[in-house]
């Protein structure tokens, strides 16, 4: 039986067009991207499986690709056993998509109104559709506010509803892009649970989860991938990947006397100005402190004072600007 | 019955989101009544000389430029309402969320119209039923003629409208389409003046407009009873302009999409 999910040596390449501007000046339009090289993967059934990168490395792209809103360049697509070039209605009856834009929603209708559209667009009409919305509106805890106006909702709740449209048809997969981005903690976790034991674990839905959160994807993801550059890095679970993620520590310095950083402290350290004179520093500092040691005798050299230094655990984007530092 | 089902779910939709805008509503009204009365009073004051409405003998003038402008309206409104509605869902993130699903491209575009045109009849029965306050007298022993005529000028108009919904869609902005028609179409179609009487024969380019014909078979079967049989050549030169221009149109958006979609650019504003 096929994978959910397979895509082939996929590729995208944006080629700009030309403004009038640029045909009457006879200039060049800009450089062409590729948003996704020779991408090759496997979604297996039932699996949570994450596509991990920073901005720009081609997820949602590649999402956008999955639910027939671009066409690739290169490769082949199926989903749920079509091929994407042939059959994009099938494709988009097995598929629901789950973005973390709140403007997808009309403002002024409520949000069992929002449902009841989009739920015809899926050929869902009459008592069958309004039983599967105060279903879905029960199971993601917005009974109570389905018959007030989208626009009065919380983030927490645009997204849940964002979830409920997407499920509207019951489809087997699901891409979700980034689903707890603008959530607090709390609505965040509610949410993931959600995702792992009603999606995944209760109703069996192979998940395609995208995703700059590292923790996110320990906590969900059976596998994931990792998208650099629109290249596939690797894949694998979260604790296989590749030893670049592994060897990357950060820390918080709190500095006095330093106005810049000074291009001696740069090496192979990612740094970020904070608040309050504060820097973050992350790269790989070795387990021995030496270099380390090393950091802060230079900061003390430079004039500087170090007023504090706690050890955080580095972000995917530190992560990743150190993976595309290595990549060519 | 499934697309008629999603028509009504759109027309649903349009309509819970307007009755949100009340207030934009009443002020439809006022201006349609503020536009009868102004030209009822530009018409008493004019008093165009005997023979100046050639095909309409014994028809006042307010009479004329009222039904010319009520009608016009469904030009305009196909002209705008494909290519707004488009832009206001690409700019509103909606159309993406549209366009994920398996319902086809050129229903969702029919059908976010659907209001427009209800709409538009709306304005159009008040600029009547407003018109007859200050004397217009309507024929109606001539209303098949009437409807067929009306049929065919919407899917006439519509058909340029979606030509005109293509150009947004790729070019995001500056659709020619709009800015032509619209202009010839109020110069040469006679919605003001009859084209005949344009200088140095300028009303011949009337003729290569359909809103010509649709105002010219309106004016005859609601102003002068014309009959059915007498109507054929504004009916048969509708047929023409929609055998050609829904085609045309349908063809343009269907090649508009494609292009969005290699370039990725579908959804984008």
Redesign the interface.
Known sequence: MSAPIEISHLSRLFKPRRSLGQLLTRSRPRAETWALRDVSLEVPEGAIFGLLGSNGAGKTTLLKILSCLILPTGGTVRVGGHDLQRNNGAIQRALGFVSSDERSFYWRLTGRQNLRFFGSLYQLYGKALSDRIAYLLDRLELGEQADKPFGDYSSGMKQRLAMARALLHDPPILLLDEPTRSLDPISAKHLRRFIAEELNGREKKTLFLATHNLQEAEQLCHRVVVLSKGRVLGEGSVEDLPPWGKGQEAYVLVVSGLNEIPTSLKNGITWTSLTGGRLRAAGEFGRDGEKLSLLLAEVLRLGGRVVSCSKVEPTLQEVFDRIEEEVP | M?RL??M???F??DL??EM??RTAFVMQIGGILLTVSLWYLIAGFLKPPEGALPEFPGVPYFAYVLVGIAFSHYLWSALSSFATKLRGEQL???L????????PIPL?ILSSALWDFFMTSVRVVLYLALGACFGLQLRFDSLVAFFIILLLTILAFSGIGILSAAFILYLKRGDPINFLISSASALFGGVFIPAQTLPHHLGELGRLLPITYALSGIRKSLLSGTRLQDLLPEIFALMVFVALLVPLGMAGFTLAVRKA????S??QY
């Open positions: 499934t089902r999603t009504v779910a759109f649903r939709k819970l989101e949100s805008y509103t993130g909606t993406e969320a549209m366009l994920m699903t398996p319902t969702i979609r290699q370039e990725g579908l959804a």
